[in-house]
């Protein structure tokens, strides 16, 4: 068995799609995906959720892709020397034993990927705020306590975006707009797009307490997105680190949102480079002199991110850029999918996406 052992810790109702070989399975290309590019890494990989740990023996019942018969396979695997942790999303049965699995791995010292699997967007923006370089990039945010919070920011604003502290994928996201009879517009993502009227700010906030169960949330400076054809434009940038602890920015993908959603998600995309060739026209020269500008912008925020909350292997960054080509920072992402990417790029490119996190696995393992 090749050292390091790299566990992926993902969702049961994903382990058990792959044992039952089911290839419809969204998330199946990219975990066929990984599984081939830890040979050319050379290590060990296995998926395991929850159910499939054994804390009392140290052993798991890892789901590995058997490359000779071409399926999902099932056996018992030692505790991994690297955790590779994807997962999210558990049900209440089974948070407690993620916890003690958590805990009992970080006890016997098995190195992760990734030092923390979520990023708190309130905790990211106090941090990065403290960075004089990012300042000007961020959008003015506040942690909303209260109605008076909602009210005062909202003053001489035609717009603002709430978000759940936690949230992901647009999950926890809502445009407010003020309109001119003094009444209020909330758009958000829930599978489809929904707008909702309310008559005031009262009611608006009233929404809010049960749209974010009573969790806390902050309100956001609109950023002044570039659009096209009444389509949001924002960038997904997958940041890594290569079997030399080096950060590379893989790939810079340009997300289109639904025409009028406010929100990016379930999108068209393009390259960085066919973004500006095609839209705007621009030389190589000019493509390159931007590209470099925004890999410089988001090594600076990775940077300072592992500087307060430990070191990673990857960090999934979204941005946004206005019509004068400003940045600003949206949010970080310890668990993206690469879905973008997929989108945008060539294969080769996908394949390094994919490789990277666990050549930096056998990395920190050799340098353990």
Same mark, same amino acid.
């Given at each position: 068995m090749k050292r390091p052992i790299i566990g992926v810790f993902i969702n049961n109702g994903v382990i058990r799609k792959l044992n039952n070989q089911n290839y419809n399975l969204t998330s199946y290309f990219r975990?066929?995906?990984l599984a081939n590019e830890s040979i050319k890494a050379g290590t060990t990989l296995y998926f395991f959720s929850a159910l499939d740990v054994n804390l009392k023996n140290s052993t798991i019942r890892g789901t590995y892709f058997n490359e000779y018969e071409g399926i999902w396979k099932k056996k018992k695997f030692p505790l991994p020397d690297i955790l590779y942790d994807r997962s999210g999303g558990f049900l209440k049965s089974?948070?407690?034993k993620v916890k003690s699995i958590r805990r009992k791995f970080s006890k016997l010292g098995i190195k992760k990927v990734n030092s923390q699997g979520h990023f708190n967007k309130w905790r990211t923006y106090e941090v990065l705020k403290k960075v004089p370089e990012l300042q000007p990039h961020l959008p003015q945010t506040k942690r909303c306590k209260d109605l008076i919070d909602l009210r005062s920011f909202m003053k001489n604003k035609e717009k603002i975006y709430i978000k759940g502290i936690n949230?992901?994928?647009?999950?926890?996201?809502?445009?407010?707009?003020k309109n001119k009879d003094g009444s209020f517009e909330l758009k958000y993502f829930i599978n489809q797009l929904v707008v909702k009227h309310v008559q005031s700010l009262d009611d608006v906030y009233k929404f809010l307490r049960t749209f974010f169960k009573g969790k806390q949330f902050?309100?956001?400076?609109?950023i002044p997105l570039m659009s096209i054809n009444n389509r949001l434009v924002d960038f997904r940038a997958e940041v890594q680190r290569n079997k030399s602890g080096d950060l590379e920015v893989v790939g810079v993908s340009v997300r289109f949102g639904m025409q009028n959603s406010p929100i990016t998600i379930h999108s068209k995309a393009y390259s960085f480079g066919e973004f500006f060739d095609k839209f705007f026209n621009y030389s190589v020269d000019e493509i390159i002199r931007k590209r470099n500008n925004v890999d410089s912008f988001l090594k600076k925020v990775y940077?300072?991110?592992?500087?307060?909350?430990?070191? !990673?292997? /990857?960090?999934?960054?979204d941005f946004g850029m206005d019509d004068q080509g400003g940045l600003w !920072?949206? /949010?970080c992402n310890a668990k993206s999918a690469k879905v973008s990417l997929h989108k945008a790029y060539d294969e080769e490119t996908v394949k390094k996406a994919f490789l990277n996190p666990l050549e930096y696995g056998k990395f920190i393992y050799q340098n353990n």
């Amino acid at each position: 068995m090749k050292r390091p052992i790299i566990g992926v810790f993902i969702n049961n109702g994903v382990i058990r799609k792959l044992n039952n070989q089911n290839y419809n399975l969204t998330s199946y290309f990219r975990l066929e995906m990984l599984a081939n590019e830890s040979i050319k890494a050379g290590t060990t990989l296995y998926f395991f959720s929850a159910l499939d740990v054994n804390l009392k023996n140290s052993t798991i019942r890892g789901t590995y892709f058997n490359e000779y018969e071409g399926i999902w396979k099932k056996k018992k695997f030692p505790l991994p020397d690297i955790l590779y942790d994807r997962s999210g999303g558990f049900l209440k049965s089974q948070r407690r034993k993620v916890k003690s699995i958590r805990r009992k791995f970080s006890k016997l010292g098995i190195k992760k990927v990734n030092s923390q699997g979520h990023f708190n967007k309130w905790r990211t923006y106090e941090v990065l705020k403290k960075v004089p370089e990012l300042q000007p990039h961020l959008p003015q945010t506040k942690r909303c306590k209260d109605l008076i919070d909602l009210r005062s920011f909202m003053k001489n604003k035609e717009k603002i975006y709430i978000k759940g502290i936690n949230g992901s994928r647009g999950r926890k996201i809502i445009r407010l707009k003020k309109n001119k009879d003094g009444s209020f517009e909330l758009k958000y993502f829930i599978n489809q797009l929904v707008v909702k009227h309310v008559q005031s700010l009262d009611d608006v906030y009233k929404f809010l307490r049960t749209f974010f169960k009573g969790k806390q949330f902050i309100i956001q400076q609109a950023i002044p997105l570039m659009s096209i054809n009444n389509r949001l434009v924002d960038f997904r940038a997958e940041v890594q680190r290569n079997k030399s602890g080096d950060l590379e920015v893989v790939g810079v993908s340009v997300r289109f949102g639904m025409q009028n959603s406010p929100i990016t998600i379930h999108s068209k995309a393009y390259s960085f480079g066919e973004f500006f060739d095609k839209f705007f026209n621009y030389s190589v020269d000019e493509i390159i002199r931007k590209r470099n500008n925004v890999d410089s912008f988001l090594k600076k925020v990775y940077e300072n991110v592992e500087a307060n909350f430990g070191s !990673f292997g /990857e960090i999934g960054i979204d941005f946004g850029m206005d019509d004068q080509g400003g940045l600003w !920072f949206i /949010e970080c992402n310890a668990k993206s999918a690469k879905v973008s990417l997929h989108k945008a790029y060539d294969e080769e490119t996908v394949k390094k996406a994919f490789l990277n996190p666990l050549e930096y696995g056998k990395f920190i393992y050799q340098n353990n």
